[in-house]
Nanobody
């Protein structure tokens, strides 16, 4: 059974960077699209970015375009989210999620397998 574990969150000053990791165990990620989501207090969960099974297609929310980069290393069974120029409004719990990839755009899936989340706080 696929299990996802996020790491890399923490406290960072505005303008700083963090790299989140989503490590999978139990099943190879080779057949899965992966999404990064976030949920801030009092707000709905939103998809931040996603990547297809091969890493050849990605999608980003408008709010993070040009600042965040998603990537994957299938050999390490891990997906990353590089976050640069962080803003206070990026503060949230970040989750990664997986779904079997049947060659549709990754942003069209309903993600069904979730990690436990990692807290990102952007504050001076």
């Amino acid at each position: 059974q696929l299990q996802l574990v996020e790491s890399g969150g923490g406290l960072v000053q505005p303008g700083g960077s963090l790299r989140l990791s989503c490590a999978a165990s139990g099943v190879s990620l080779d057949y899965y699209a992966i999404g990064w989501f976030r949920q801030a207090p009092g707000k709905e969960r939103e998809r931040v970015s996603c990547i297809n099974r091969y890493g050849t297609s990605t999608n980003y929310a408008d709010s993070v375009k040009g600042r965040f980069t998603i990537s994957r290393d299938n050999a390490k069974n891990t997906v990353y989210l590089q976050m640069n120029v962080l803003k206070p409004e990026d503060t949230a719990v970040f989750y990664c999620a997986a779904v079997r990839d049947y060659f549709r755009p990754c942003e069209t899936y309903e993600y069904s397998l979730w990690g436990q989340g990692t807290q990102v706080t952007v504050s001076s």
